[in-house]
């Protein structure tokens, strides 16, 4: 018995699930060493280029970034030994991205709301009443799931467009429904269709696994439906609620191919405005500072989600 | 519950059907399209119906070369991403180390980063290491796609199984490793196989990065979709929204008892 | 499904697959005898090599193969750009021998292309003069130009100046359309002849020629008009179609009945029966839609460039330029029409094609497509 439970001991897993994991120098090193591969396949690929782009935007022309500073136009060369930050002045006053900015960070937060509000109240109401209704209104709203985002913004385009469905629909009761296409309505159409999934899946999941017994309880207490919904589903559920919305809105975020196709041409997303400047306009540094401050509302989001995720983990005792 | 509801029965089906319309409605108007010859504005029916279209897919010869090779390509990229990332998730779900958490927010991050910024730095990197043109190349590319979901959600599903299971086998005469298959591995499946599914489509659906280092001498799927969705007849692009939906719809079947078991909601729940 | 560790079973097998496929790849490029054509355009530029140029260039030098590979629209001239710039100055292989794009007077520009000297390749001396020193290395082949295309039913007549063009979009609201500069030469054709009208020639050659930053700002006063016809475009909202096919989808389909095209691609289009026959196309005057020239680079650290020359001066030749002339395209020449086939080029009596309205210098152009988007669409 002793030399068995030293075994598990020197093997470094956390001993019973709930307490507090033991830091020994042992696991340590084993669970880098078992996270190297990954780790490094992303450093290399991903994190070495993200090193090299930040350099070319603060003007760091040589080396690596010879290539793209040949080709570019309106590239600034550093002025410090630090760089400059010419470009990233260029685009903070660029009307252009302002605009961009405002729309990507509107669409951004209606279309998660939306998505959230949507896929709320389908698992709740699959949650407290189920049935086949339910079953039918999961099951639609996890169909965009696998459809490739190319097929779903033309087929969204088809419907709204100038001579789709909606249009030809209303068309024959003499209703001039108006054509959606090349408007941010579009968009925010777009990407709620494209990001419901997801968070359908999240959100009855949580709720799923929140005990029949807790409800029932609080029922016999007399607690309403939007009682129990209000003090007991959503607080049990908040974490999956908040990895939800973390994920659509970093996938809103930086989405290029739905506004490219279903958005008016100005302002439009920064994913779009970022193939632009680097593609039409041939302005790569621009096109790389916009990207940077893409990344970092983008990270902010994650380190926001890492947050909530540890302190729940902290209150359920898992951490 | 039922009885408060019931006055709701009305308003639960006018949901249930304008969910139907808001979701299905752009799939099934587009896949029409798909028999039509043609077909104007404010007609509700096309003036033909024709299977014309479906041959001009079938026959298009770089579309099936594509297709091949994305059917071979992902699932040697699925089972790489397996391989490379399924013990850091043990490891992330299970052991304590320095900079776990770092690593898992650094792997979601890098997955943000808009791509067209890099291509310049990409290229001299896979020409450097002579990746160009290379089919090894191309799985990098995608595999780097799918790290996030073969790493969080395993990693969920490894942390989820319960200690004590374990050490009641072990504390029963069973060795490690078939502690580790029979009880561990079996019970983070249903998680493992959600991220394969996640994965594929990662993998599959990759486009900008796939084009960059594999043409012209390897296409994959959806280069050849974007431009044939853009080019040719509205109706083409309705072709496709039938095939590549059949294939979704069977995945859907055979992913449906694990996705919605709950297993993905656990996936993303930092321990 | 997975009873057993599978772990190490499925190492082996993705070694395995991946030793086999290493076996089994293409080798990147094979000995000097085949050329890799990169080709950076729309369909019917496609079909020109695949059917027409490739198969005769083929049966009159039968020791080269012709490899063709294929984007749409120019969707990828970012990542191509960005793979043959590497390629360059790692002295790498970059994968194609012949480019036929919009990028390749930018990679001119920088010094990237192989320029062979007049002695290698002899049929450049028949090749306008202008339209070859606008290429900055790049070896012009055919040129084609941007035309008014209008549904002849609704639009008996045509207006027959850019003013009259004008007149009448905002006579008739909703019916005349550009595409977006940065996405289709045929609405940055639109857009750069307004701009022009208010320049004088001598800005306008400049502008042409060398990269000049001090004239932008006279572009005001054609982008302020622009901005006035937002009312009156279709969707009378300041959106405009995302490319070419876009404008050519929406004439078709007629969502407009006016709206400027590519003279190759509509008669393509034509041809093809997606464009109906009651749309026409006809050229304006004061100023005229700009046409100009395609080009065709060898990238400098290309393995094939012998071969690559031998096609680009193969193309030159007036049996090339026929072809081009004549079957699918209706594309311009590049060469002295006397040279040519006389039944081809009568299609092209009373259109000095070899002296087209130019377009602006790739690094103008570039500004200008970006001046437009900040200050037109949506204002």
């Known amino acids: 018995m002793i030399s068995l439970r030293s075994k598990r001991n020197s093997e470094g897993s956390l001993a019973k699930k709930g307490e507090r994991p033991s830091s020994h120098v042992r696991p340590g090193v084993l669970g880098l060493a078992l996270s190297l591969p990954p780790l490094l396949l992303v450093g290399v690929f991903i994190g070495l280029p993200i090193l090299i782009g930040l350099t070319f935007s603060l003007g760091f022309t040589a080396g690596p970034n010879r290539v793209i500073s040949i080709i570019g136009q309106q590239i600034h060369k550093k002025s410090h030994w630090w760089g400059t930050l010419q470009a990233y002045s260029d685009v903070l006053h660029d009307s252009r991205f302002r605009g961009d900015l405002v729309l990507t960070i509107f669409v951004t937060v209606l279309s998660t709301t939306l998505v959230l509000l949507l896929a709320l109240a389908i698992a709740l109401y699959q949650r407290l009443i189920g049935g086949r209704k339910a079953s039918v209104l999961v099951t639609l709203s996890i169909v965009p799931l696998f459809v490739p985002v190319v097929i779903s913004a033309w087929a969204i385009h088809t419907f709204y467009g100038g001579d789709g469905f909606m249009r030809t629909f209303f068309s024959h009761f003499g209703i001039n429904f108006p054509t959606l296409t090349s408007t941010p309505s579009a968009i925010v159409i777009g990407t709620v269709w494209t990001s419901l999934p997801f968070a359908i899946l999240m959100i009855s999941s949580g709720l799923q ?35 939800a919305g973390s994920f659509t809105s970093i996938g809103i975020l930086g989405s290029f191919t739905i506004p490219l196709f279903l958005g008016p041409n100005q302002p439009t997303m920064l994913g779009v405005e970022i193939s632009n400047f680097f593609g039409s306009y041939n302005r790569p540094q621009q096109s790389l500072v916009m990207a940077f401050i893409v990344f970092a509302i983008a990270s902010g989001i994650a380190v926001m989600y890492v947050r909530s995720n540890v302190k729940s983990a902290k209150e359920s005792g898992r951490l | 519950m039922l009885k408060k509801f019931k006055f709701g029965r009305i308003g639960i089906n006018l949901f249930i059907g304008l969910l139907a319309l808001f979701i299905l409605g752009p799939i099934f108007w587009l896949a029409v399209h798909a028999f039509a010859v043609d077909w104007h504005y404010p007609d509700l029916y096309p003036s033909g119906v024709t299977l014309h279209w479906w041959s001009k897919v079938f026959l298009d010869s770089a579309l099936s070369t594509a297709i091949r090779n994305s059917l071979i390509i992902s699932p040697i990229v699925v089972i790489l991403s397996m391989v490379i990332c399924l013990p850091a998730a043990y490891a992330a779900g299970r052991m304590n180390y320095f900079g776990r958490k770092a690593f898992m927010i650094g792997v979601f991050s890098a997955n943000s980063f808009p791509k067209i910024g890099l291509f310049a730095a990409i290229a001299t990197l896979y020409y450097a290491l002579n990746l160009m043109g290379t089919f090894l190349g191309v799985v990098i590319v995608q595999l780097l796609g799918t790290i996030i ?116 909601a656990e996936g993303f729940q930092l321990k | 499904m997975f009873k057993k560790s599978m772990k190490k079973p499925l190492a082996l097998f993705a070694a395995a697959s991946l030793a086999a496929i290493g076996l089994t790849m293409p080798a990147s490029h094979a000995a000097s005898q085949t050329i890799q054509v990169y080709i950076s355009a729309d369909t019917n530029i496609q079909d020109l090599w695949v059917k027409t140029l490739a198969p005769a260039f083929k049966l009159a030098y039968p020791g080269y193969d012709v490899n063709v590979t294929f984007d749409l629209h120019g969707d990828h001239d970012a990542q191509e750009t960005a793979k043959i710039t590497a390629a360059a100055v790692l002295h790498k292989d970059p994968g194609v021998d012949l480019i036929d794009g919009g990028f390749v007077t930018t990679l001119g520009a920088a010094g990237l292309l192989y320029r062979p000297t007049a002695g290698l390749m002899p049929n450049i001396k028949d090749v306008n003069k202008t339209v070859l020193a606008a290429g900055k290395g790049g070896i012009p082949y055919r040129a084609s130009s941007v035309l008014l295309a209008y549904n002849s039913t609704n639009v008996p007549t045509p207006p027959a100046t850019l003013d009259a063009l004008l007149t009448w979009i905002k006579a008739h609201p909703g019916k005349f359309t550009y595409n977006a500069p940065s996405g289709g030469g045929s609405g940055y054709s639109f857009v750069q002849t307004v701009v022009d009208k208010y320049l004088s020639d001598a800005d306008r050659k400049t502008l042409v020629a060398q990269a000049a930053p001090e004239l932008e700002t006279k572009w005001a006063q054609g982008l302020e008009t622009l901005r006035q016809l937002n009312k009156y475009t279709y969707g009378q909202n300041g959106t405009y179609p995302a490319n070419n096919a876009e404008t050519l989808k929406d004439l078709a389909t007629g969502l407009v009945d006016m709206g400027t095209v590519w003279s190759d ?21 004061n100023p005229s839609l700009t046409g100009g020239a395609s080009y065709l680079g060898i990238p400098n650290s290309s393995t094939n460039k012998t071969g690559a020359r031998l096609l680009a001066n193969w193309v030159l030749s007036p049996a090339a330029q026929n072809l081009i002339v004549g079957g699918t395209l209706n594309g311009f020449p590049v ?18 094609i070899l002296n087209l309205r130019a377009g602006y210098l790739s690094a103008n152009a570039n500004d200008l497509k970006s001046k437009w988007a900040s200050t037109v669409p949506g204002k």
Not at chain 2, 186 to 200: K, Q, T
Not at chain 3, 335 to 350: E, R, S, V, W, Y
Request: hydrophobic letters at 55%; a positive charge; proline letters at 6%.
């Open chain 3, 265 to 285: 691609q509509f008669s393509s289009a034509l041809k093809a029966g997606t464009m109906p026959a009651n749309i026409k196309v006809t050229q304006i005057s």
């Open chain 3, 335 to 352: 060469i002295a029409l006397n040279k040519l086939d006389p039944k081809g080029t009568a299609a092209f009596a009373g259109v000095d």
């Open chain 2, 149 to 264: 979901y073969m790493t969080w959600i395993p990693a969920a599903a490894f942390a989820a199984v319960p200690r004590n299971l374990e050490e009641a086998a072990r504390d029963a005469g069973a060795n490690k490793f078939t502690v580790f298959r029979t009880i561990t591995l079996r019970m983070a499946m249903p998680g493992i196989l959600v991220a394969i599914v996640m994965s594929f489509l990662a993998s599959f659906d990759e486009a900008q990065g796939s084009y960059l280092v594999g043409a012209p001498a390897i296409y994959t799927m959806p280069t050849e979709m974007y431009s044939l969705v853009q080019n040719y007849p509205i109706q083409v692009a309705a072709v496709f929204s039938i095939l590549l939906a059949l294939p979704s719809v069977l995945l859907l079947g055979l992913a449906r008892k694990h996705i919605m078991g709950g297993q993905l």
């Open chain 1, 209 to 243: 696994a929140i005990p029949d017994a807790l409800i029932e309880s609080a029922k016999d207490c007399g607690a309403s439906s939007l009682r129990v919904i209000a003090n007991i589903l959503i607080p049990l559920a908040k974490t999956p609620i908040i990895i």
